[in-house]
């Protein structure tokens, strides 16, 4: 019987609602032929499909802003009142600020996106979820 003590922790979490759950460490078996390659680049397109969805969102928000408030967008000067909220809530200037369309040509962010990806599809293969990713792929080729 477990003493108190090493229970504790555990009831703890389970009384505010987190779910205990036990990660098995040991290795799944050996991908099929392919299948990390095929992994990797659905999950890098999934991941450049975001940054590409978020870059259009800023566009598109832009673009609106730009045909409502067009004195404010040209005007020389970053609206002061405008200014001040932006700085302490973001903390930094709004000209500062790098823009999810920065990512699309960063090589660093390209960098980490490939690094992200890889994690994920190898995450994929250790969890026993990558026959059921697999099979979406090749449905999705099909159709």
């Given at each position: 019987?477990?003493?108190?003590?090493?229970?504790a922790p555990?009831?703890?979490?389970?009384?505010h609602?987190?779910k205990?759950?036990?990660i098995?460490?040991?290795?799944?078996?050996?991908?099929p032929?392919?299948?990390?390659a095929?992994l990797l680049?659905?999950?890098?397109?999934?991941?450049?499909?975001?940054d590409?969805?978020?870059?259009a969102?800023?566009?598109?928000?832009a673009?609106?802003?730009?045909?409502?408030?067009?004195?404010?967008v040209?005007?020389?000067?970053f609206?002061?009142?405008?200014?001040?909220?932006?700085v302490?809530?973001?903390?930094?200037?709004?000209e500062?600020?790098?823009?999810?369309?920065?990512?699309l040509t960063d090589?660093d962010?390209?960098?980490?996106?490939?690094k992200?990806?890889?994690m994920?599809s190898?995450a994929w293969?250790q969890?026993g979820?990558?026959s059921?990713?697999?099979a979406?792929i090749?449905e999705?080729?099909?159709?």
């Amino acid at each position: 019987m477990p003493d108190a003590d090493a229970t504790a922790p555990a009831a703890a979490k389970a009384q505010h609602g987190f779910k205990i759950v036990s990660i098995s460490t040991a290795p799944r078996p050996n991908a099929p032929s392919g299948a990390r390659a095929t992994l990797l680049a659905y999950a890098v397109e999934h991941l450049q499909d975001q940054d590409m969805a978020e870059a259009a969102s800023e566009i598109e928000t832009a673009r609106m802003v730009w045909r409502k408030y067009r004195e404010l967008v040209e005007c020389d000067r970053f609206p002061e009142a405008y200014r001040a909220i932006y700085v302490k809530t973001y903390e930094c200037e709004p000209e500062e600020c790098a823009l999810n369309l920065d990512n699309l040509t960063d090589a660093d962010h390209q960098q980490e996106l490939q690094k992200s990806a890889k994690m994920i599809s190898e995450a994929w293969l250790q969890n026993g979820c990558a026959s059921r990713i697999l099979a979406e792929i090749s449905e999705a080729a099909h159709a």
